[in-house]
């Protein structure tokens, strides 16, 4: 399995392999969240099998850390090489701060590279990269504690979040993400 070396840039500061599968893809509501400096690296898939579901009244993409579930598939998603203030300002987005999600390394598959990446991955090689996941504490936002792991593992599992599904998606401007208070 690759490790993820320093990318070329200005300043020596550590890198991470982030890989998305909802609504912070490219061309999905949520990429304008992702920093202008952060390197698109291509499109991946996860090594093992993990549900992936689509649920709250919000049309959320919730992916959940529990490999190989038996109604789970690989998820296919994109991969972003982020710097530190980069990874810091999705984390911050994502609500990693608050419980909403909380991020794991785990195997993906390059599936192809970006034409314009020009750095030192491959396609078809095995990397670690960060996940968003669902946190199973169940804090974040209050119209989403209802919305236990147990509860999502009943929804119908998905390969891939798809324009189709951000259709029925409602962006946080328009719903109330306060936190438990």
């Known amino acids: 399995m ?73 998820v296919k998603g994109e991969l972003f090489l982020l710097d530190e203030q980069s990874k810091s300002a999705i984390d911050k987005f994502e609500g990693v701060d608050t419980g909403f999600y909380y991020t794991k390394a785990i195997p993906v598959i390059i599936m192809d590279i970006s034409e314009g990446y020009g750095g030192h991955l491959h396609a078809n090689e095995i990397v670690q990269a960060d996940v968003y996941f669902r946190d199973p504490s169940n804090t974040g936002p209050l119209w989403a504690h209802e919305w236990t792991i147990n509860r999502l593992l009943e929804l119908p599992m998905i390969e891939e979040y798809t324009q189709e599904h951000a259709l029925h998606y409602l962006v946080r401007a328009s719903r109330n993400d306060r936190a438990k208070e």
Do not use: C
Request: proline share 10%; charged share 15%.
């Open 2 to 74: 690759a490790a993820v070396e320093e990318h070329e840039t200005a300043s020596p500061q550590s890198v991470t392999l982030s890989f998305v599968y909802g609504t912070l893809k490219r061309g999905f509501p949520n990429y304008p969240q992702i920093p202008e400096n952060a390197v698109y690296v291509g499109t991946a898939r996860t090594l093992n099998a993990f549900p992936l579901v689509v649920s709250t009244q919000f049309s959320v993409p919730f992916m959940l850390y529990r490999p190989d579930h038996e109604k789970a598939f690989s």
